[in-house]
């Protein structure tokens, strides 16, 4: 955890809170200090890897400049991360066609920020956090970088897991209001479960659906089709949070993979318009 993370910590303490602000002016220097250091480390590393690819019969200057870097206590790991987030930084602030907000990113961005969009190649990463940067005025965390890699985060560096978490939770909250105001019979929690349990037993086999339960509008449960057009909404966005998106996003055909969940989405959809 960096030292200014202490600072979001929610103790009500006085004693601790009184410490916290008397050391708060150091904390800031040092992370500062810190930080201009490390960009400082990344632009000599870089520098020294292009001098090396610019004169690559000097060997005796290149060794020395190794042993340099070496007696700095820079690992092999370190260096590399280092040059990979100076051809970013460089490349950046030296293109043509560089915005304001792609130079402030630049300076804003940290060593690991740098070497990440580096690394990964990923015109639609750096596309996804410009204009994060545009709207926050501040880089999206590391980690965030690294799940929005993975597949498990948004374009706009959101948990994926979170927003399904979330979607359940307004359902659960708003059935029982809307149950009470409107006067409604309440859902029956079992035919939603028959209708999710019903989901995710769908199999693809070949580019084809089968389902293996059958009824009534299109294999669903012939019960649902007597809920009221709120309740409909709310069983859809139920199902729309039972479906495990993370797993969705490594398949190599996501069309595929969602082929399954199509006919029972697209059901509750026309029940919606109707």
Same mark, same amino acid.
């Given at each position: 955890?960096?030292?200014?993370?202490?600072?979001?910590?929610?103790?009500?303490?006085?004693?601790?809170?009184?410490?916290?602000?008397?050391?708060?002016?150091?904390?800031?220097?040092?992370?500062?200090?810190?930080?201009?250091?490390?960009?400082?480390?990344?632009?000599?590393?870089?520098?020294?890897?292009?001098?090396?690819?610019?004169?690559?019969?000097?060997?005796?200057?290149?060794?020395?400049?190794?042993?340099?870097?070496?007696?700095?206590?820079?690992?092999?790991?370190?260096?590399?991360?280092?040059?990979?987030?100076?051809?970013?930084?460089?490349?950046?602030?030296?293109?043509?066609?560089?915005?304001?907000?792609?130079?402030?990113?630049?300076?804003?961005?940290?060593?690991?920020?740098?070497?990440? *969009?580096? !690394?990964?190649? &990923?015109?639609?990463? =750096? @596309?996804?956090?410009?204009?994060?940067?545009? $709207?926050?005025?501040?880089?999206?965390?590391?980690?965030?970088l690294?799940?929005?890699?993975?597949?498990?985060?948004?374009?706009?560096f959101?948990?994926?897991?979170?927003?399904r978490?979330?979607?359940?939770?307004?359902?659960?909250?708003?059935?029982?209001?809307?149950?009470?105001?409107?006067?409604?019979?309440?859902?029956?929690e079992?035919?939603?479960?028959?209708?999710?349990?019903?989901?995710?037993?769908?199999?693809?086999?070949?580019?084809?659906t089968?389902?293996?339960?059958?009824?009534?509008?299109?294999? *669903?449960? !012939?019960?649902? &089709?007597?809920?009221? =057009? @709120?309740?409909?909404?709310?069983?859809?966005? $139920?199902?729309?949070g039972?479906?495990?998106?993370?797993?969705?996003?490594?398949?190599?055909?996501?069309?595929?993979?969602?082929?399954g969940?199509?006919?029972?989405?697209?059901?509750?959809?026309?029940?919606?318009?109707?």
């Amino acid at each position: 955890m960096a030292l200014l993370e202490i600072y979001d910590n929610t103790t009500t303490d006085e004693t601790f809170l009184n410490f916290l602000a008397s050391i708060k002016k150091n904390v800031e220097t040092y992370s500062q200090a810190k930080s201009t250091a490390q960009r400082e480390r990344m632009i000599i590393i870089g520098k020294i890897s292009d001098y090396q690819r610019s004169f690559p019969q000097r060997s005796n200057e290149h060794r020395a400049l190794a042993k340099a870097m070496e007696s700095e206590g820079w690992s092999r790991d370190c260096i590399d991360n280092n040059k990979a987030a100076f051809r970013w930084y460089s490349r950046t602030v030296n293109s043509e066609y560089t915005d304001k907000f792609q130079l402030e990113m630049a300076e804003t961005a940290s060593v690991t920020h740098m070497a990440i *969009l580096e !690394r990964a190649q &990923s015109g639609a990463l =750096e @596309e996804a956090v410009y204009k994060y940067y545009k $709207r926050n005025k501040k880089m999206p965390a590391v980690s965030s970088l690294r799940g929005w890699l993975g597949g498990f985060f948004t374009d706009k560096f959101e948990s994926l897991s979170a927003r399904r978490h979330q979607t359940c939770q307004r359902y659960d909250s708003f059935t029982p209001a809307l149950n009470k105001e409107k006067g409604k019979q309440e859902i029956d929690e079992g035919g939603i479960e028959a209708a999710i349990t019903h989901t995710q037993s769908t199999r693809v086999t070949e580019g084809h659906t089968h389902n293996q339960a059958t009824g009534g509008n299109g294999g *669903l449960p !012939r019960s649902l &089709s007597q809920y009221s =057009e @709120e309740q409909k909404v709310m069983m859809w966005i $139920r199902l729309l949070g039972s479906i495990d998106w993370d797993e969705a996003k490594t398949k190599e055909n996501l069309h595929l993979f969602l082929c399954g969940y199509r006919r029972i989405l697209s059901n509750i959809s026309d029940w919606i318009r109707e």
